[in-house]
């Protein structure tokens, strides 16, 4: 069964620096890779998805995320972080078999300080 | 906006009551996901329904079931309600499988916050 983790419970960084995010999976074949983003009582919102093809995937909010199957991997990141990207963020792997069933990790809180 | 929608928003309700959660899929959509969200558990899939049937069963209670009517909503209820069951509910849908290929995404709605007391 495919697992996913997030080694970073909570992240806080500065607005304007960088920021990345862990994310390491198991899954038995090629993966289906997604980050999810979830703002205070707000719903889940799709930043990017890897399938196939090129390992750096870009989505939106101008976040970015690389796949290394070598290290079971899809990190996430962003150049400059705005106020606004406070959040949960939620790496998961989908399910191949079945309709990209999806599997999340616990999740990394970012706090962003002025 | 996701295009899936949930209803209600917000429900606080005791223990040993019965709730039924309401999900309009993306319009298109044929498969409807249900997801928990606690403190404890973090995200589960619960079940997964396409086209009318019931394709996959994740960690759902006997308490819980679903079905997804001809018009593609689906319908998550809750039964014999308890104080763990506290949580944010997330239906999600997709297009469903593809022939020879992958590349859909699973959309999420913003959820239906269960409180019981």
């Known amino acids: 069964a495919q697992s996913v983790t997030q080694p970073d419970i909570h992240i806080t960084v500065s607005e304007g620096a960088s920021l990345e995010l862990r994310c390491n999976y198991s899954?038995?074949?090629?993966?289906?890779l997604f980050w999810y983003v979830q703002s205070p009582g707000q719903g889940l919102q799709l930043l990017l998805k890897?399938?196939?093809?090129?390992?750096l995937v870009q989505g939106i909010k101008g976040f970015e995320a690389e796949f290394k199957r070598s290290q079971s991997s899809f990190n996430l990141r962003k150049p400059s972080v705005h106020w606004s990207d406070a959040a949960e963020y939620f790496c998961a792997v989908g399910d191949r078999s079945n309709d990209y069933k999806l599997s999340f990790g616990a999740g990394t809180t970012v706090t962003v300080r002025a | 906006d996701s295009g899936v929608t949930q209803t209600p928003k917000h429900l606080i309700t005791a223990t040993g009551q019965r709730v039924t959660l309401r999900c309009s899929p993306r319009s298109g959509d044929l498969s409807v996901y249900w997801y928990q969200q606690s403190l404890d558990q973090g995200l589960q899939f619960l079940i997964q329904?396409?086209?009318?049937?019931?394709?996959a069963k994740g960690n759902i209670l006997e308490r819980f079931s679903a079905q997804q009517f001809p018009d593609l909503h689906s319908e998550l209820n809750l039964s014999s309600l308890e104080l763990g069951d506290s949580a944010l509910y997330f239906c999600?849908?997709?297009?469903?499988?593809?022939?020879?290929?992958?590349?859909?995404?699973?959309?999420f709605g913003e959820g239906s916050w269960l409180t019981v007391v």
């Open positions: 899954y038995g074949a090629t993966p289906y």
């Open positions: 999600a849908s997709s297009a469903g499988p593809l022939q020879g290929g992958f590349g859909n995404t699973i959309y």
């Open positions: 329904y396409y086209n009318g049937e019931e394709r």
């Open positions: 890897y399938f196939s093809g090129d390992t």
